[in-house]
């Protein structure tokens, strides 16, 4: 798997932390291992640019997702994933941050930055939040993936909650 994380956001995170929680995300979903991520960290007026370019809202967001081959996890009976590129994630620390102290979990910013990148991976493979029952799906599968890539880390304490709307 290819995956390049790049910090432009001038503020320190922890990049072996999403590029190994990325990595397990991708596994998990069964996409070909010689598929391509790129995951970009960038400052609030950055993501704020790309938020209102892209969803013409207002303000900097938490994480955005840009397919590329619109990849999607294979189903039980196929043999295997067609390869690809995935896209890009783009998160934003300052956002993370503050997201992870008003969460009902108390969690740190890489912890809220690992579930974000998550997230993205998820937007990326086709999935969104937007329907209930979507949500659920979504928000469900998104947990598994951290609670399983923090066990197998050794990670204890609780996995951060979803904060996203």
Wanted: charged content about 25%; overall charge negative.
């Amino acid at each position: 798997m290819s995956i390049d994380v790049n910090n432009e956001s001038g503020q320190e995170v922890d990049e072996q932390a999403i590029l190994g929680i990325a990595r397990y995300a991708l596994a998990r979903m069964r996409i070909h291992p010689l598929s391509e991520l790129s995951v970009i960290v960038v400052d609030t007026e950055a993501m704020e640019r790309l938020h209102v370019q892209w969803m013409d809202l207002p303000g900097p967001t938490d994480v955005m997702s840009f397919p590329m081959d619109e990849l999607r996890p294979p189903g039980k009976d196929d043999d295997e994933p067609p390869q690809g590129l995935l896209g890009d994630i783009v998160l934003c620390p300052e956002v993370a941050a503050r997201q992870a102290e008003q969460a009902p979990t108390a969690h740190t910013m890489d912890e809220e930055l690992q579930l974000l990148t998550v997230h993205g991976v998820l937007h990326l493979l086709g999935y969104d939040h937007e329907e209930p029952g979507e949500r659920a799906e979504m928000f469900g599968l998104q947990q598994a993936i951290v609670d399983g890539w923090r066990s197998e880390n050794g990670l204890t304490g609780p996995s951060p909650a979803p904060t996203l709307t």
